[in-house]
Every structure is written in C-alpha cells, then in structure tokens.
C-alpha cells in the first residue's frame, strides 16, 4: 500500500505573605519622658518592651521591607534577629517568611529552633516535622509527629506522606511501620488512618489503602481523604468514585479540589452535561481561574453549545490575552457558531505556540472550502516572511489543504521545490500528486531521487515497490524494495500490504493471504480490503471474500475501489 494523499498529523495539538506585628511586637513601648536636663555623658540604651532598641528596629525594618517586597531584607534581618532574641514569636515569624521565599535550609532551622524554644506548642512540632520531611529526615519528622500527636495537636500526617513520596521504598516501608504503630496507639485518629492509606497508595498496594480507609469510615470526614478514597476506586468504579465526590459535595461544597476531580472524572466518563454543571459551579466560585473557564468552554463545544462556548473563551482572553490555546478553540467556537470571518480573525492573531501551524491549517481548510486560494497564497506568503522558521510547514499546510485539487496542489508543490529542492518530504508529496494525476513516470521519478540520497527511506521504498506490483512490473524489484521497507518497518501494515500484494502478483497466493490477513486485522483500512478480497476470491473463497469487502466499505462507504475491484472479478 502506498501512502495515500491525504493531511499528516499536523495537529500540534485539550497566597501572599502577611507581614503583621508578632507577639513580642504587639505590645506597646513605654513613651519616653522628657529629660529634666542636658545629659553630657552618653546614656544608656532605651528598652521598648521586651526588646533593646536595635532589635526593634531591625524588626520593624523587615516588617516595612516586607511590604515592599524586599523579602530578601525581611528575612536576613528576622533570621539574625530569631538567634539573637531567641524569642518564639520572632522565630515563628522568620520561618514563615522562609517558607513564603522557598528558603527551605533557613525555614527548617527557624522551625528545630522553635521546637527548641516552645517544646510544648504542636504548631511548632508539626512544622519542624514538615521541614525535616521535605528535606528527607523522616524519621526525625516522625517523632516531632508523634510529639504533636502526644499533645492532642493537629499533625497533618498527609504532608509528612506526601513528602515521602520521592523517597526511597525503605524508607517509604520505615515510615509506613511507624504509622502502624502509632495507629495501634490510637486508632481513632483519623489523620494517623488517612496518612498511612496515603503511603500504602504510594507504595502500589491500593488494595490495602482502600479497605483500611472503608474500615474506618470516619476518615471520610476530611476533604483529603474523600479525595484519596475516590482515587482508590474509581480504576474499579467510575460511578461510585462519583457518588463519593457528590457525597463528599454535600459537606464541602467549597471544596475546589473535590469538585475539580469530580468535573474531570465526569469528563473521562464522557459525561459532558454533568461536568459542565461542575464546570459552571468552579468558574462561579473562581471566577478569575483562566484555566476553568477554558475547559468550561471545551465542554459546552463537545455539547454542541458553541454560542456558550465563545462566551467562555472571550472571557479567557480578557483574563490572559495571550493565551493561544483559549484563541485557537475560539476560532473553532465561532466557526461552529456561524462565524467563519470571525473565525479567520481569532486564528490570525495567533502568532506563537503549537497553535499557530495549527491555525493556519484550519485556515487553509477554511479559505479552500470557501473558494479563496488567492487569499490563502497571500496569506501564507506573509507567514513565511514573518515566521521564517515554519516556511516549509506552511508550504506543506498549503498543499494539503489544496489535496482535492490536485493540479493545484501540484502547482504549490513545484514552487516549494524551488525554495526547497533537496526536501523528501516535498519529493514525497509530489509522487503522490503525480500518481493522483495518472503520470507513473513522474510518481517513480522522484520517488527515486529520493532513494537516490536516503537508500533506506521505508516510505519511499513502499511507495515505489507497491507502484510497481500495482501496475505489474519489475516485480522482482519491487520485490526487493518492499522486503527491504519490511526489514525497516516490520510493524507496519501498510508495508505488509504492500509486501501481500506484491507476492499476489508472483502468484504465491499462500504467502500473499498470511500477509494481508495480518495487515488488515490492524489496519482494516479499504486498500487491504480489497487487496485481501481480491486474493481470496483467487483461491475460491468468494463467500469470505465478499465478508471482507463488506467489513472495508464499513469503514469506507465511499470507497470505490471495493465495488470496483468485486465488479472486475465477478465480471470474469
């Protein structure tokens, strides 16, 4: 089988920092008292509070650098002040600024120094725990956990899982024994329940994760593990993994990433109604969410709602006005809306990204279907003066837009080859126009410039030795060429087809079906249909020959080479 003329896979293509007073700077500084007299000698320093008059400054100085956004300073100066203080406050302070920056080595040393300070504050352990988890300490952050825990504290153990993540599966099994074992210590709580099914999910033993998460019902209870708990079921239940997040739903109804699983889950089950009332539920909550508003709009597209969905993706634009994905689906939006100049519009401004080929193939399409080659030449002209990079895709865009009209594409394809006259691809193209246009002489001339500079061009190679089995000639050649495209691409039925039918043509007809009845169960394409029909009928089995054509013209109702081909042989 040679490659038939139609478009290649062109389709390139679905918190701030809060910088108030802490602790130790709430309370108010004495007010100083006018001086009775002249002092000669230096005085001793002022205390304003709890803090010598240098420390308040440098602390007030962070607070005024973190409003404006000089962080860098806020943290230096909180960092030197923790140490010197070693006040909680200022300590706990220093730590979230560290974490707002991504400063992990200072944020986990102001959370161990707090632990230091305040061992009896859970807030204080259950950060350290984080900090040392993130930094792969599980085993230390394990038993600030446990401390937390000790004190009737809220631990979060999901973050301690979550970042055991990347870990080692030793470690990963070292820490999933220490949660058994504070479980056995108290099996009611639920983070201890929720953390461990976290870990065993981690480890691949969903099985495990999701009977110890039914048998305490409870852990149902929080949003995390309502999540994890679909997760769990929905490779086995798509349907109850839903009725969990609907159910989940009705006690967090502001829960975005419930709600989020839940719309995508119903999008993957092609339940686009009911996603789209999710949909429309987060874009109201989030009104600002680029990303919500764009899915929302490809849903009500697949729902054949394409006046919604331009409403959608308008607002996209006015959110992120370079956003292309959202610009490239508004152009199709408004095409399916009865808008094709409006279309045109939207996919002209794109001028980056995969979706630029992309819009100029659906433009060329657009243009062809409407009659306006000249304005598609022009406009694909200009392309290729401003986006030099992609001048021979968009030659190739233009060509196969213009596949129905073969002279024409013909035409393009010769002024491509000026610009570009060692390019396959181009050669390629124009054997194909050639055979469309009945010239065999033209279709083995360039096919074989090709295999003159690329002697292992699979795609050339089956070209040319189908071409010639085709037309029954030099089958021996052809022979030669298609076992060597075989050898290339052993998988590729069409090179099997091809390879069938040239053995058809020597009259092994044994060898002709093992390799078409191959090709065609993964490729029940019409060409192999008709070439398997064809070699079946020669061997007397007409009634599965006429099977075949009948499961090709399935797949192809349009085809005219099955009616053709059972014509021809009934007919002799």
Request: with cysteine; aromatic share 6%.
């Amino acid at each position: 089988m040679k490659a038939s003329f139609t478009p290649s896979p062109l389709v390139l293509l679905m918190g701030g920092l809060l910088l108030g007073g802490c602790t130790a700077l709430s309370k108010p500084a004495p007010t100083p008292q006018p001086p009775a007299q002249v002092i000669e000698t230096p005085a001793e320093p002022i205390e304003y509070g709890q803090f010598r008059q240098d420390t308040l400054f440098d602390l007030l100085t962070a607070e005024i650098a973190g409003q404006r956004n000089r962080f860098d300073i806020a943290l230096d100066n909180y960092l030197h002040q923790a140490r010197e203080t070693r006040d909680p406050g200022v300590t706990e302070r220093a730590m979230r600024v560290a974490e707002f920056l991504g400063a992990e080595e200072p944020a986990l040393d102001m959370a161990q120094l707090w632990v230091e300070l305040d061992d009896s504050n859970p807030e204080a352990l259950r950060s350290a725990a984080i900090h040392l988890a993130r930094t792969g300490q599980h085993e230390q952050a394990m038993e600030m956990m446990q401390r937390a825990l000790d004190l009737h504290g809220e631990t979060h153990f999901d973050f301690l899982a979550l970042a055991a993540a990347e870990s080692d599966a030793p470690t990963r099994e070292a820490l999933l024994e220490s949660l058994t074992q504070m479980l056995e210590r108290h099996p009611e709580n639920t983070q201890l329940v929720f953390a461990k099914a976290l870990l065993l999910q981690q480890a691949g033993r969903e099985e495990e994760a999701l009977s110890l998460l039914e048998s305490h019902p409870g852990t149902n209870e929080a949003p995390s593990a309502i999540l994890l708990h679909s997760r769990l079921v929905v490779a086995q239940d798509p349907k109850r993994a839903e009725q969990i997040l609907y159910t989940g739903l009705e006690s967090f109804p502001a829960d975005t990433r419930m709600r989020l699983l839940l719309a995508r889950m119903l999008v993957t089950g092609g339940d686009y109604r009911a996603a789209s009332t999710q949909y429309a539920k987060l874009v109201q909550d989030n009104p600002q969410d680029p990303d919500l508003r764009l899915s929302l709009g490809l849903i009500y597209l697949e729902l054949d709602q394409p006046t919604e969905a331009v409403d959608q993706l308008q607002q996209v634009l006015q959110i992120s006005p370079n956003n292309n994905t959202a610009r490239y689906h508004l152009g199709n939006a408004q095409l399916a809306a009865g808008q094709p100049e409006a279309a045109l519009t939207t996919w002209q401004q794109i001028d980056s990204g995969n979706e630029l080929l992309t819009s100029r193939l659906r433009i060329s399409q657009l243009l062809v279907s409407q009659g306006k080659l000249d304005e598609l030449g022009n406009l694909l002209q200009q392309d290729r003066e401003d986006y030099p990079q992609h001048a021979l895709t968009f030659y190739q865009i233009e060509i196969e837009a213009l596949s129905g009209q073969p002279e024409k594409a013909m035409q393009r394809t010769n002024t491509a080859l000026q610009a570009y006259p060692l390019e396959s691809s181009l050669l390629y193209t124009r054997a194909m126009l050639h055979d469309q246009l009945s010239n065999p002489a033209g279709t083995e001339q360039d096919l074989r410039s090709i295999l003159e500079r690329e002697p292992d061009n699979a795609m050339a190679l089956n070209a040319l030795g189908y071409t010639l089995a085709d037309r029954n000639e030099r089958l021996h050649e052809a022979l030669s060429m298609l076992q060597r495209a075989a050898e290339l691409e052993p998988d590729d039925p069409a090179v099997r087809d091809s390879l069938g039918w040239v053995y058809y043509r020597l009259g092994d007809l044994e060898r002709a079906e093992q390799l078409l009845r191959g090709a065609f169960a993964e490729f029940p394409d019409q060409e192999v249909a008709a070439h398997l029909g064809e070699v079946l009928w020669r061997q007397g089995n007409k009634k599965e020959a006429r099977k075949v054509w009948k499961q090709g013209l399935e797949q192809s109702p349009d085809s005219e080479l099955i009616p053709a081909t059972r014509n021809r042989l009934e007919a002799e």
